[in-house]
């Protein structure tokens, strides 16, 4: 499975939440190189739980950040950053009690979720956001 990559077009011209996002293709890459690892493996429940975190701690500062800037669609934002985590959280909690393993289908969803949420769910607020 391919990794993921950063271009510029996912940049939101805001430092801060551009390195958290390079940082979640991070943590979404380490998952997508040890996949084939088995379902109770530590490397695969670390990855998951990293991930798992991480993602909570980025978006509750995103939102923040969002509220500040009186961005318009954070609401939907919020909504979006919501069944994002649910699914996460619902995958993780089979993975550790061994009811599935990292498919290609979850590692598909990851991708294409972070890519589109990046490239076009986060540019909408590039233009309320301050360096």
Known sequence: METIQWVE???????????????LIALTNNLILHSDAETNSQIINEA?????K??????QQE?????????????EHRREH????????????DVFEQKTTVTK????FLSNWIVH????DDQDYKNYIQG
């Open 9 to 23: 077009k996912m940049s939101v011209d805001n430092s801060m939440i551009d390195n958290q996002h390079r940082q």
């Open 48 to 52: 998951l739980s990293e991930l798992l």
């Open 54 to 59: 991480y993602v909570k701690d980025h978006f």
């Open 63 to 75: 939102e923040k950040w969002l509220l500040s800037m009186a961005y318009p669609k954070l609401d």
């Open 82 to 93: 919501k069944k994002f985590l649910y699914e996460v959280a619902m995958f993780t909690k």
């Open 105 to 108: 289908e979850l590692i598909l």
């Open 117 to 120: 949420h990046t490239m076009e």
